[in-house]
């Protein structure tokens, strides 16, 4: 095996993919900071969900298929685990009922990990899980700069007589000041209960790049934007699997078509490997609804592939490059 960090998965040369217990990428399932990068953690609300439920399935259905993922981005020319080192934190014990239990247990088990300086790379569950991830990553960070590629807003103040819902997390985050809104961005909208959603958006300070949009400008413009958007200010990036198209990932609980592929996707996210991201989650896989597991799958790339950027910035800040 190649000279890898502290924390690293186990060598598939050696050790058949489809034998052990599962974790993410089969890395080591412990609860530690030293010598850690980054830390995968598992969300299992769906509790905030409006209309299909069962996300709450989602940590273990994409760390089944992360069995499949490579220790090296071809696309970065780059083995990841010589730069970084991570391990799989296992799952917040969440409760199945109280939306607002399950989220304070994030934030209680989230800000020790961001407070030792591991990047956490969350898997939903619903999208409200992304609030208490800001909660925990603003104590330590301050207000961040959000990277947000779904094709809804989730910029609501009520859904469906709820003000706590996986429609309405950012406009908390943006109340209680969570968010640097002046270099926020929302890729991918298409979903939208009326044209005055995104006017609302972008009222509160966002640049929201609809669907249509983003396909008429083409990905390298888009991505170009976005760092633009974000610059030098830290950043987090959540990630709606609704994003993508249904015809590449299907199994998620509001679906909306004209989205992008699962090619495309992963072309624009790499776009972004320069922003100094401090935590990422991959929101609202609903794996009943995609007995072929390709959404899992795609989850579990979109994480691969953020984790291969931290790899490529900490090559990049070894070797005393700036650009």
């Not at 809104?181 to 609302?200: C, E, K, L, M, Y």
């Amino acid at each position: 095996m190649a000279e890898y960090k502290k924390y690293h998965p186990v060598d598939s040369s050696e050790v058949s993919r489809f034998c052990g217990i599962r974790s993410f990428m089969r890395l080591p399932q412990l609860q530690a900071t030293e010598g850690v990068d980054f830390g995968i953690l598992g969300l299992p609300v769906d509790t905030g969900s409006t209309f299909r439920t069962g996300s709450r399935f989602a940590p273990a259905a994409i760390r089944e298929m992360s069995m499949m993922l490579r220790a090296a981005s071809v696309n970065l020319d780059i083995d990841i685990f010589k730069y970084v080192s991570g391990v799989d934190y296992g799952d917040v014990n969440v409760s199945p009922c109280d939306l607002q239990k399950a989220h304070k247990a994030i934030e209680l088990g989230l800000r020790p990990i961001v407070a030792a300086g591991v990047v956490p790379v969350c898997f939903g569950g619903d999208h409200s899980v992304t609030l208490p991830e800001l909660r925990a990553v603003a104590a330590k960070h301050g207000p961040v700069a959000l990277v947000h590629l779904d094709a809804h807003l989730d910029t609501y103040d009520i859904e469906n007589g709820d003000t706590l819902t996986h429609g309405t997390p950012f406009k908390i985050a943006v109340d209680e000041g969570l968010i640097d809104t002046a270099h926020s961005i929302q890729v991918g909208v298409r979903g939208i209960f009326s044209t005055d959603a995104i006017r609302v958006s972008r009222d509160m300070g966002f640049e929201v790049i609809p669907a249509g949009e983003l396909r008429e400008e083409g990905l390298d413009r888009v991505g170009a934007r976005i760092n633009r958007r974000v610059g030098d200010r830290k950043a987090f990036l959540t990630f709606d699997i609704d994003f993508v198209d249904p015809a590449y990932a299907p199994g998620t609980g509001t679906i909306e078509v004209g989205g992008v592929t699962s090619f495309e996707a992963l072309y624009l996210l790499r776009q972004t490997k320069d922003i100094d991201y401090v935590a990422c989650d991959v929101v609202e896989v609903l794996p009943a609804f995609d007995p072929t597991q390709i959404t899992a799958y795609m989850a579990g790339c979109v994480a691969h592939e953020f984790i291969a950027m931290m790899a490529y910035r900490k090559r990049k800040a070894a070797s005393g490059h700036s650009s």
